[in-house]
């Protein structure tokens, strides 16, 4: 009696043992399982993430040419009309159009003092396209007065789109920006009313925020 006893709880004890040892190896398969799920759902966020910074970067990458390639068309038509040559305004258009869909493109993802450059762009590419297209506006041949405001679109203009180069590459961790985009951003402003109005390059023309033009 007492061998069938001690034969019962041998075979109890290896029952429970097996049954813990198949609990154990469950919750141990469960819990690799439930690991390999967060390191998967981890690995795609990840992926997400590296996909949104490279659609971020083409397409900042794309504005920053467009705004450069803006510059260069629009200084040399304005140089080139002020020498009484033909200019290729068909490409100035181009150029202009290009800009204003990757701003458009571009307002909605870019960080507030990134955006806040970028408007004064566009704000100084206004009265940069309509001189150099000599649309909606009267001009004042006046060699000094076309020194002045050659001067702005050689200086301000041109440091506008240098620091949209700048902000888009801080916001992409690319170059830290370390300067205050506000001061800046007022100082262009200042300096591209004045080239507008105070130059005496423009004799009429509409107010030089509006890049509708």
């Known amino acids: 009696m007492i061998s069938l006893v001690v034969a019962l709880v041998g075979v109890a004890g290896t029952l429970s043992a097996t049954f813990v ?3 154990a190896a ?3 398969k469960q819990l690799d399982s439930a690991d390999r799920g967060r390191e998967r ?3 795609r966020a990840e992926a997400e993430r590296r996909l949104t910074l490279e ?3 083409v397409v900042y990458v794309e504005l920053n040419a467009s705004a450069h390639q803006l510059w260069m068309v629009a200084h040399d038509c304005l140089v ?3 020498r009484g040559l033909d200019v290729d305004v068909a490409e100035l258009d181009s150029a202009r159009t290009k800009f204003l869909e990757l701003r458009a493109r571009t307002q909605m993802i870019l ?12 704000d100084g590419f206004g009265p940069a396209y309509r001189v150099a297209q000599r649309r909606w506006v009267e001009l004042n041949e006046n060699a000094e007065a076309f020194e002045k405001f050659h001067s702005w679109f050689d200086g301000p203009l041109r440091e506008a789109v240098t620091l949209l180069q700048d902000v888009l590459r801080d916001d992409l961790g690319v170059v830290p920006y370390t300067g205050d985009v506000d001061n800046e951003c007022q100082r262009l402003a200042t300096e591209r009313l004045a080239a507008y109005y105070q130059s005496g390059y423009v004799v009429v023309g509409a107010h030089p925020g509006d890049s509708s033009n």
């Open 21 to 23: 040892s198949q609990r």
């Open 26 to 28: 469950l919750k141990s």
């Open 41 to 43: 759902a981890e690995e």
């Open 55 to 57: 659609e971020k970067r």
């Open 80 to 82: 080139d009309r002020h």
């Open 111 to 122: 960080p507030n003092r990134a955006l806040e450059v970028a408007d004064e762009v566009y």
